[in-house]
């Protein structure tokens, strides 16, 4: 093992190490107590392999996890990026949903806990919005991004953002997960700061716990007056159809007040890299990392991507699973 490097292969490895951890011993735990199996998942299983790694590899872990600070302005706009960016998210998971029911395949609830009272709601909350938030962006924004980032450069996102879908291990939310990707993984790739992940992760995760919890409270409200909202009752294809037109349209919008904001961070950084480098054209930044540093390219080899390839292929065997059961 090489110090001071962490290759593209090593990083393909170690995500399907990770992935078959997580349909294995993840699973397991989780099928026993989905409270701490999440955690045992994120804190275990997720993150801890890439600290012993980046530490093996005897390499600065605030350099290459970009543990830099970020702006109050910049959370904030964060923030609300992230809240726009959902209708974006739903719009393209409620996509999927409704392409699956019209070849007539069964859509089921997503294997997610829902809080019933406020202690719930917390502990929820720091599982799912949390923890999530932090261990999963540094597995994926700190270690996959920072690797193929180097080495391709913007298409590093893409790539990041594609396996972050696939490790989810479901087809129903496969999109939505890829959207966020794209959209964390620029935001941290302008600010070259991983917290811009971990924040916009745990709003967006957070609002969907707090949203299903506000949800599941009303539920309970109206169901005291009768037996008037079915349970797990999921929709047809018409009104999913119905459903992705209103969101498409929610999502237009949003989604363009979304990239006008995160213009308004990539000027701001732009503009203090000519401040603190002295940097006197734009191009600059265009082509090198936003910390100034060339990207380093390399030729594409097929066997760096075989780890990958089994991820994908366990992928369509769980897939297959799912709306075979």
């Known amino acids: 093992m090489k110090k001071g490097n962490i290759s593209i292969l090593e990083t393909n490895i170690m995500y399907l190490a990770t992935a078959l951890l997580l349909v294995t ?17 994120e804190y275990i299983l997720v993150l801890m392999p890439v600290i012993i790694l980046i530490k093996l590899k005897n ?9 830099n600070k970020l702006k109050l302005k910049h959370i904030l706009i964060i923030v609300i990026i992230t809240l726009l960016i959902y209708p974006v998210a739903v719009f393209f998971n409620m996509s999927m949903l409704t392409a699956l029911s019209y070849f007539g395949l069964e859509i089921r609830p997503l294997p997610i806990p829902k809080a019933s009272n406020l202690l719930e709601y917390i502990n929820l909350f720091f599982i799912i919005a949390i923890s999530a938030g932090i261990c999963e962006e540094v597995f994926f924004r700190g270690l ?3 690797v193929y980032g180097e080495k391709y450069k913007v298409a590093g996102i893409v790539i990041t953002a594609i396996l972050f879908g696939v490790f989810h291990f479901n087809l129903q939310n496969l999109l939505a997960p890829i959207v966020l990707g794209l959209v964390f993984g620029y935001l941290v790739y302008i600010t070259d700061s991983i917290y811009a992940g971990i924040v916009g992760h745990i709003v967006n995760n957070g609002f969907a716990v707090t949203l299903t919890y506000l949800l599941n409270v009303l539920q309970k409200k109206i169901s005291k007056y009768g037996d008037m909202v079915p349970q797990n009752i999921m929709p047809n294809t018409l009104q ?13 919008i949003t989604g363009m007040i979304a990239y006008w904001l995160i213009r308004i961070i990539k ?8 401040r603190n480098k002295g940097m006197e054209d734009e191009t600059v930044i265009e082509k090198n990392n936003i910390d100034g540093n060339p990207i380093k390219k390399g030729k594409y080899r097929f066997v760096e991507f075989i780890p990958i390839a ?6 369509v065997i769980i897939s297959i699973l799912q709306f075979s059961i």
Do not use: C, P
């Not at 699973?27 to 999440?38: D, H, P, R, T, W």
């Open 144 to 146: 996959l991004l920072r």
């Open 310 to 315: 089994v991820v994908i292929a366990i992928y």
């Open 267 to 274: 000027d701001d950084m732009i503009k203090s890299s000519y």
């Open 59 to 67: 390499i600065n872990i605030k350099t290459f996890l970009r543990l």
């Open 25 to 41: 011993i993840g699973a397991y735990v989780q099928s026993i107590n989905i409270k701490m199996g999440l955690i045992v998942t």
């Open 240 to 252: 999913l159809f119905i459903g992705v037109i209103i969101m498409g349209v929610l999502a237009v």
